[in-house]
């Protein structure tokens, strides 16, 4: 990496997210600690026996001398850890959401500006080529003034571990799940000023075998006068994952599906076994390695700023709990765009 000497990055957790990741910083050149409350950084450090990937039996340990942190745990512990990494003067690498919460979500960013490190939340859609390309229509004036943009993003509901389902700690479909095309949503078509949601199905703790299928649906409102539409699915067991966008500009309009088959297809019906429901891609690169190689890309000295940012984590966050908020009272959320001010409206 240039100027910046070999990678070293501590990785936390070891689930999907985790697994995503790894491959990337292996990719990079980078050697990797893995920590884990529950031993499994162990099994995975072991199932890459070839490389320079170790467990480390401590917290404390993980920043001794690594270049960043990568966090992939649940989102109620990313606060502690993002923090605990700025203290130690490391680079933090966090997936979303940043926190549940916008004001958490500004505690981490302002630790990190003070310690003078990189906070990189972990939008990795971004990457992805249809959505990076959409942008880059839209940078160009291909589309005129954007109207109206519309995205779903739905899969099985999480069955692999039992936060996913539990809205108290990840924040429901909303938080979890939507925040993604939420990020999109801001990303292409600017600041969000309003929001009005509806959730539509039981969340509750994975486990207690009840299957619902729990969906929702957030109309923002941008400062620019567009309008984005963001769905989200949580469907049965055997739900295809599938994303898609619809962008209607003045001039132009650009759509895509991840699937791309036309015609009548069978997409459900409850059999499945689990899965951890990380999106596959058909690109010849990762956009997990994308994005981590544009992180890393960032520390060096005059390297080039990242494509997310710290306030892009922040103002996903705070759209997000909007939305919950507006779907748990039933009344639009007006947000000061920029700022944590948030004020609830009549229907």
């Known amino acids: 990496m240039g100027s910046m000497g070999p990678l070293h ?3 936390i957790g070891a689930g999907g997210i985790a697994r995503a990741h790894l491959p990337g910083w292996l990719e990079l050149g980078a050697r990797v600690s893995v920590y884990t409350v529950d031993g499994s950084a162990e099994k995975l450090a072991a199932e890459y026996a070839r490389h320079e990937v170790a467990a480390v039996a401590s917290l404390d340990d993980l920043p001794a001398d690594c270049t960043a942190v990568d966090i992939c745990t649940p989102t109620p512990t990313h606060k502690e850890l993002a923090l605990a990494a700025v203290a130690a003067g490391r680079h933090v690498i966090c997936e979303k959401p940043l926190a549940l919460d916008a004001a958490d979500a500004e505690e981490i960013a302002k630790a990190a500006e003070a310690a003078g490190v990189r906070l990189h939340p972990a939008h990795v859609v971004r990457y992805f080529p249809a959505y990076a390309a959409m942008r880059e229509a839209v940078e160009r004036g291909d589309l005129g003034d954007l109207a109206v943009l519309r995205f779903t993003r739905g899969g099985a509901r999480p069955q692999w571990a039992p936060w996913f389902g539990d809205p108290a700690q990840s924040g429901g479909v909303i938080m979890d799940l939507m925040v993604h095309d939420i990020d999109i949503a801001r990303w292409i078509a600017g600041d969000v000023v309003r929001v009005h949601a509806q959730t539509r199905g039981v969340e509750h703790a994975t486990g207690d075998d009840r299957a619902e299928v729990v969906s929702a649906t957030a109309v923002l409102t941008h400062a620019s006068g567009a309008i984005s539409h963001v769905t989200g699915l949580w469907g049965l067991p055997d739900q295809q994952f599938r994303t898609t966008f619809r962008v209607a500009g003045a001039d132009g309009l650009l759509r895509h599906d991840s699937t791309s088959v036309p015609g009548y297809r069978l ?27 544009e992180f890393a890309a960032s520390w060096a000295d005059g390297g080039p700023e990242p494509r997310v940012s710290a306030r892009d984590g ?33 229907r």
């Open 9 to 11: 990055i501590g990785l």
């Open 267 to 293: 997409t459900a019906q409850g059999v499945r076994a689990a899965n951890e429901g990380v999106p596959s891609s058909p690109m010849t690169e990762s956009p997990y390695l994308s994005e981590l190689r």
């Open 314 to 346: 922040i103002e996903a966050v705070r759209i997000a709990a909007a939305a919950v908020e507006s779907s748990r009272t039933g009344r639009a959320i007006e947000i000061g765009a920029g700022n944590s001010t948030v004020e609830e409206v009549a």
